[in-house]
């Protein structure tokens, strides 16, 4: 456990959280340490700050409340000495494994799953991505709208209880079905929009950025757009797909933000955002955004490339950009450390990565512009190449294009 005891203001109200989550045969200490970091830093984008992480070592969770009795007691202890909100727990847990934890806690229980709902229900600034997210909250609220009313009297809004799960909380399964099925069909009328925007780009190679959130996907189509992109450090700054039109010596391409991955992203949501992420499931080129200073980037990576077999968006052209280049140097390299012997660690880490991608990787630093130029070059000879092929009758006007990349 880990205690950060805050010291909150009544004139700025942040919800207190506590984290709960279990070491399995299928997750072992130092991967359920990271996701309960992973947790914090979505708890902290909800706008909730975590007080305590409580996990306990089990074959499989408690049928009833999900840890084991001793451990409940524990986290009831402290959820009543320090008045907390709210108790989250890393995996999704049952309808009645919630009733039961709330009733013993006396305060709101979430899981990781309603967590991430909320914060999607926070961000979404379109029709299309405000309907998502409320599909995503019926459905998973449908299961656990019996009973949900008794706790009301202590479940008084805030994190968790945002967009449908507010306002669809007393109504009933045939209710609930039916709103799902008309907001269904809002999201055809939205998808025939978008299909007829996106076959108004045909003739046009697309090029998406895709990756784990907060990988600094939003900085890097900033940097190359050159337009204003909204970017911040907290997790899934953007929900909303951002189309931007980029020419790079002359050759014309779409570029496309989409919606950051992130591990046990509930099944809901990856439904419901099918619709959003087309863009990349339609797309020429996957930009595959990696945080290199990270340090289990790699198994970020590898969820990524796992949603995209799942979206069978798995046979694009991918560019690998390892990105954040400059942090990954402060954090791994002593400040000591002759600089022949860094740039001989970079090298041996670049090669084994080029390797490992077809030479189809780079490393960069979106937010210091470091290697951009080589990242556009890069781009440009992928984009050149399809409509070489796409477009042959084109091949005489890029061929006579040659390497200069300063538009």
């Known amino acids: ?74 986290i009831k202890t402290f959820v009543e000495a320090y008045e907390i909100d709210m108790v989250i727990f890393d995996d999704e847990i049952t309808p009645s494994q919630q009733r039961n934890i709330e009733k013993e806690l006396k305060c709101k229980v979430l899981d990781r799953s309603m967590l991430i709902l909320d914060i999607f229900a926070q961000r979404a600034q379109t029709l299309q991505a405000k309907t998502q997210v409320e599909v995503a909250q019926m459905q998973y609220l449908l299961p656990r709208l019996r009973g949900m009313w008794q706790h009301l009297d202590r479940v008084k809004g805030g994190i968790g209880m945002k967009g449908a799960g507010e306002k669809e909380i007393e109504t009933d399964r045939r209710v609930a079905k039916e709103k799902i099925a008309k907001l269904k069909l809002k999201l055809e009328e939205i ?14 190679i697309r090029v998406s950025l895709v990756g784990y959130t907060n990988v600094g996907k939003s900085t890097l189509m900033r940097c190359l757009s050159k337009e204003d992109v909204f970017a911040e450090n907290k997790l899934f ?10 020419v790079i010596n002359h050759v014309p391409f779409l570029l496309s933000d989409t919606v950051g991955f992130i591990r046990k992203l509930p099944h809901h949501l990856v439904e419901s955002f099918k619709t959003t992420l087309d863009e990349a499931v339609e797309s020429d080129i996957l930009l595959h955004v990696v945080d290199v200073a990270h340090p289990n980037f790699e198994d970020q990576l590898n969820v990524v490339n796992e949603t995209l077999q799942q979206l069978k968006a798995d046979n694009k052209t991918q ?57 556009r070059i890069l781009i440009y000879k992928n984009v050149k190449e399809l409509y070489l092929k796409r477009y042959p009758y084109k091949a005489s006007y890029l061929e006579s294009l040659g390497d200069d990349f300063s538009s």
């Open 319 to 375: 560019i690998v950009v390892f990105n954040k280049i400059d942090l990954y140097r402060e954090r791994y390299f002593d400040e000591h450390l002759p600089a022949e012997v860094r740039n001989e660690l970079l090298e041996d880490l670049q090669r084994t990565w080029m390797s490992k991608s077809n030479n189809n990787a780079i490393f960069v630093s979106a937010e210091n512009n470091e290697n951009i130029d080589e990242l």
């Open 237 to 246: 700054a953007t929900l909303d797909t951002t189309v931007r039109k980029v």
């Open 191 to 204: 998808d025939k929009q978008n299909l007829t925007q996106r076959k108004s780009r045909d003739g046009m």
């Open 1 to 74: 456990m880990s205690k950060n005891i805050s010291h909150i203001t009544e004139e700025h109200f942040v919800e207190k959280a506590v984290l709960v989550g279990l070491i399995t045969r299928s997750q072992n200490e130092t991967q359920l340490k990271e996701y309960l970091d992973e947790l914090a830093f979505l708890a902290e984008t909800a706008g909730a700050v975590t007080e305590e992480k409580f996990w306990q070592r089990l074959d499989h969770p408690d049928k009833k409340f999900y840890v084991g009795k001793g451990k409940l007691q524990e």
